[in-house]
């Protein structure tokens, strides 16, 4: 069982704390890299990018730095991507861009990118060197996300900074230094640059701010918005009512959620004979369930895009392909950091039932799915906490989850399951899988009476002749239709026919 690797923290050893690995990089040299070391800095679109006296502190500090001799190390993966193009306008006037861009921040698009998993892949030399190490390397980034692994699958840790301090810790490579007595790095004549020495003071940053950003510039900009790239006006567009699904697309994939839905509501069934796909524990986010940031090439979503002929260069994120339920379904519990006490370790595994088998989440849920087994999850408290997220409930409803029981629910992930036809029940107070001895290894039959109300008392029978209650967490008539109906979905189907 897993006791000390859980959501904070990662169960390094003290003789761990020490390792390393080195690496030929496409320039020809070789690095080494440790624990700490920055793998990915991006000033990424969010609420800062719109502010432009850090978007111009920013650029000071860039200018500054590249005047005192400082560079950010090859392999460090750097980017741009302001939330609007005047930010790219009133930089440019300013004239700190090609300051930016020598240090790599090069404006590579605008809207969602590197906090949202679309970082894109990172140097294979480098991928294997912190795997074979088990290095935890970071990200820093001016994002709004640092969960584990959202960034990318190799980035452990990732740490959210300002647009001056992304590049602070791009120029140091490592988030492990103190800025006040450790320097950045030497100028040309050996001499020590301090953080201090090329940070912009706020009369600076307010005196090219008067003088650059001024009203003109969003009418400019905003006064275009509609017409688009040229890329996007020469989208061919289809024409008719309905969409032409491409079976071929690995982005665009007509959805499961209507397949064998009928226009009569059918009626509510008990759950028989279900398995435990996963026992987790508590503070379970929207981030550990639902499919985000980069496709890790280990996954069962990068097998399936490997099976269609894609390469990993090509396989992105899950955020740009939550269109296809094919991927999204092998994303959903696919959180690095994710605790199943049902594996051997952290990650996204399960040990399938009665084999014992250790594999995949998705791959259990398909071997599951095939032996016509229905399957439930035990949860902690806080369960979906975290942003609301739709995939944290499409993804297991498209797993065969028909039921979740948790000490408690986060309000809107409550909501969202029964909004999948997914029904949540929750431990009668004081009682949990530990105090009940449930091991998630059993056989679990739910008995849901069809006259269910709302916070109905209900039983769930466990193969090993025990029992316990739970409360139905339909916590309105209004939950209780959209469950009736399988779900909201298909409630708005059969109200439109």
């Known amino acids: 069982m897993l006791t000390h690797v859980g959501f904070k923290g990662y169960g390094l050893s003290p003789s761990q704390l020490s390792a390393s690995g080195s690496f ?74 090609p300051y930016l861009e020598k240090l790599g921040f090069n404006v590579v698009g605008y809207g969602c990118m590197t906090c949202i998993g679309n970082s894109g892949p990172i140097d294979d030399n480098i991928a294997n060197t912190i795997e074979k190490n088990e290095l935890v390397c970071c990200g820093v980034l001016s994002g709004n996300r640092n969960f584990e692994g959202r960034i990318h699958p190799n980035t452990r840790a990732n740490y959210l900074a300002s647009p001056l301090l992304v590049i602070a810790y791009a120029l140091a490579g490592t988030v492990d230094i103190d800025f006040e007595t450790e320097p950045l790095g030497k100028r040309a004549d050996g001499s020590s640059v301090f953080l201090r020495d090329i940070w912009p003071t706020r009369s600076e940053i307010q005196e090219v701010e008067n003088k650059h950003v001024i009203p003109g510039m969003f009418k400019e900009v905003y006064a275009k918005i509609e017409q688009g790239s040229p890329s996007w006006q020469a989208l061919d567009i289809p024409q008719g009512k309905l969409y032409g699904w491409d079976p071929n697309s690995t982005y665009i994939k007509k959805p499961p959620f209507f397949d064998g839905m009928t226009k009569d509501l059918p009626p509510i069934k008990s759950i028989s004979n279900a398995r435990c796909l996963l026992l987790l524990g508590d503070s379970v986010t929207t981030d550990h369930i639902s499919p985000a940031g980069s496709i890790a090439r280990n996954s069962p979503a990068a097998r399936f895009l ?60 398909d071997r599951y799915a095939k032996e016509n087994v229905p399957l439930i999850a035990i949860v902690g408290k806080d369960y979906g906490s975290g942003s609301s997220r739709d995939w944290a409930a499409k993804g297991p409803f498209l797993l065969g989850i028909k039921a979740v029981i948790a000490e408690s629910f986060e309000r809107i992930h409550r909501s969202n399951l029964v909004g999948m036809g997914i029904m949540p029940l929750q431990f009668i107070d004081g009682q949990n899988a530990d105090s009940l001895g449930l091991t998630g290894t059993e056989v679990y039959s739910i008995d849901v009476p069809e006259n269910l109300v709302p916070h109905q008392v209900i039983t769930v029978k466990v193969d090993n002749g025990k029992s316990f209650q739970v409360i139905a967490r339909f916590d309105t008539e209004v939950d209780l239709t959209y469950f009736r109906n399988g779900g909201i979905l298909n409630y708005m189907i059969r109200k439109m026919l």
């Open 306 to 365: 490997a099976s269609r002929g894609l390469t990993p260069r090509e396989f992105n994120s899950y955020g740009s392909r939550r269109g296809n339920d094919a991927v999204m379904s092998r994303g959903t519990f696919a959180n690095i950091r994710l605790v199943n006490k049902l594996a051997p370790r952290p990650g996204p595994h399960t040990a399938h039932q009665p084999s014992g088998d250790v594999m995949d989440i998705f791959d259990a849920a």
């Open 24 to 97: 030929s990089y496409s320039d020809g040299k070789t690095y080494t890299i440790t624990h700490g070391s920055v793998i990915i800095a991006a000033i990424t679109s969010c609420t800062n990018t719109s502010n432009p006296s850090v978007m111009l502190g920013a650029g000071i500090l860039a200018k500054k730095a590249v005047e005192n001799g400082l560079s950010v190390l090859p392999y460090i993966k750097t980017s741009l991507s302001p939330g609007s193009g005047v930010v790219t306008y009133y930089l440019r006037e300013s004239g700190v861009v």
